[in-house]
Nanobody, 116 residues
Framework: QVQLVESGGGLVQPGGSLRLSCAAS????????MSWYRQTPGKKRELVAL????????HHADSVKGRFTISRDNAKNTVYLQMNTLKPEDTAVYYC?????????WGQGTQVTVSS
């Protein structure tokens, strides 16, 4: 049974940091591209960052480049999103996604709120 379980969300002040984790099970994690998306009410889910399977090439959205970093630990079947210098506009539900060919799985999401 495939599972993606996000954790690490919460309330943080502007300028603060959080690290999100997504623990995966039920599939060959190392071969899957892993990504983080975020969504706010009434808006389309948007890609935040992606890391490929294999050698782990990364891509970050312009809005988070230089502040967020995606990484993966294939030994732990976990993908991370280190978020620094957080801004109120980063407030959203963050989702983890695994994709390989036609196979695509989503986590349940974790809330990140950036507010003073």
């Amino acid at each position: 049974q495939v599972q993606l379980v996000e954790s690490g969300g919460g309330l943080v002040q502007p300028g603060g940091s959080l690290r999100l984790s997504c623990a995966a099970s039920g599939f060959t994690f190392s071969t899957y591209a892993m990504s983080w998306y975020r969504q706010t009410p009434g808006k389309k889910r948007e890609l935040v960052a992606l890391i490929t399977g294999g050698i782990g090439v990364t891509h970050h959205a312009d809005s988070v480049k230089g502040r967020f970093t995606i990484s993966r630990d294939n030994a732990k079947n976990t993908v991370y999103l280190q978020m620094n210098t957080l801004k109120p506009e980063d407030t959203a539900v963050y989702y983890c996604k695994a994709k390989w060919g036609v196979y695509e799985y989503w986590g349940q999401g974790t809330q990140v709120t950036v507010s003073s």
